[in-house]
């Protein structure tokens, strides 16, 4: 059995992994509003700049419970530690957007990572 870690080890862990997000990204959230008339539009909402980590997604990654990686996904992007985020959402980095594909969640995680594919 893996030793468990205790809460000052797991925050001095996500100190370390937020320190090597050297970017800013932003998230956008996807906003439905109904026009009236039974129908709906959907927008995105532009949030507030947070620390990121962008890379590509390689061969052999795994996603949530060993699962294969969305074929879609084309990148993986990490956030601080419970960063809300939804496969509904869209990020913008570098001036590129990112549809996001699978958000792995993770007990005790030490980073929120999504898979994400270029628009």
Do not use: W
Request: overall charge neutral; hydrophobic content about 35%.
């Amino acid at each position: 059995m893996p030793p468990t870690s205790t809460p000052g080890e797991l925050a001095q862990t996500r100190a370390h992994a937020r320190a090597r997000l050297t970017g800013t990204a932003t998230i956008q959230t996807l906003v439905t509003t109904s026009d009236g008339a039974g129908s709906t539009t959907e927008s995105f909402a532009t949030g507030v700049p947070i620390p990121a980590r962008l890379a590509p997604a390689g061969g052999g990654e795994t996603g949530p419970a060993g699962d294969r990686v969305d074929d879609r996904t084309t990148h993986i992007l990490s956030f601080p530690a419970g960063t809300q985020i939804t496969a509904a959402d869209r990020v913008d980095m570098d001036g590129r957007a990112y549809e996001v594909t699978a958000v792995r969640r993770r007990t005790s995680e030490i980073l929120t990572r999504v898979e994400a594919r270029e628009l």
